[in-house]
């Protein structure tokens, strides 16, 4: 069954193809929007909210591979899924390198389309916890003083108290309070967490003195 929390938004211009598999997802447990507009749903989405986008191919108004790079330029790293009536290969191979999730034929089978639509879910929910950890880092990180933050590239180095204190002119003393208060700010425990930190937030070891 669908998470509560979780919006599966369907876009496809023929009305039969959207009813279909709103009563198949809607069975599943599925919350569902519906758009038989691709600039209707470009208009009205939000980023925000959990879910993935089913997206016909091949629409009148908007193809899906191009209402794909309208999503990607707006900053939106929703989970596609694309229907097609025609099983167009090449084009499904662009589709996919363009980071869709997976590629329905129509009509689109229930086993299939679950399958599908459980895949972007778990991508989706890893996305966010992905950006919401990053966020998280980069709030912490801002919390730092010029000289902590100094503190901390020559930590992650692999650095000595006192080589650092030689390094930024002052005493180990000194060195050891800007340590202690760079790890409190940021919940580091150890200098293995702090350098899985300072990784996933693009931060670079300082380098050693010439």
Not at 18 to 39: C, D, E, M, N, V
Not at 117 to 131: M, P
Request: glycine share 8%; hydrophobic share 40%; with cysteine.
């Amino acid at each position: 069954m669908g998470d509560a929390g979780f919006t599966t938004y369907l876009v496809d211009d023929d009305p039969a193809v959207l009813r279909s598999i709103t009563r198949l997802l809607k069975a599943g447990g599925y919350k569902t929007k519906s758009f038989s507009s691709p600039q209707k749903f470009l208009s009205s989405h939000d980023p925000s909210v959990p879910g993935c986008a089913i997206i016909d191919l091949v629409m009148s108004e908007l193809d899906g591979l191009r209402l794909q790079e309208a999503l990607a330029r707006s900053g939106s790293q929703r989970p596609i899924i694309f229907l097609t009536g025609r099983g167009d290969v090449p084009t499904s191979v662009r589709a996919m390198k363009a980071g869709a999730v997976d590629f329905l034929t129509k009509p689109v089978k229930r086993d299939a389309l679950f399958s599908a639509v459980v895949h972007a879910a778990e991508l989706d929910a890893a996305s966010r916890q992905k950006r919401q950890e990053s966020k998280s880092i980069d709030e912490r990180l801002a919390t730092l003083t010029h000289r902590e933050r100094e503190v901390l590239e020559h930590v992650i180095a692999g650095r000595l108290n006192k080589q650092i204190a030689a390094s930024l002119g002052t005493v180990e003393k000194t060195i050891k309070v800007h340590r202690g208060r760079m790890m409190a700010k940021l919940g580091m425990r150890s200098v293995a967490e702090l350098v899985r930190l300072a990784d996933r937030a693009g931060i670079a070891p300082a380098r050693s003195d010439p």
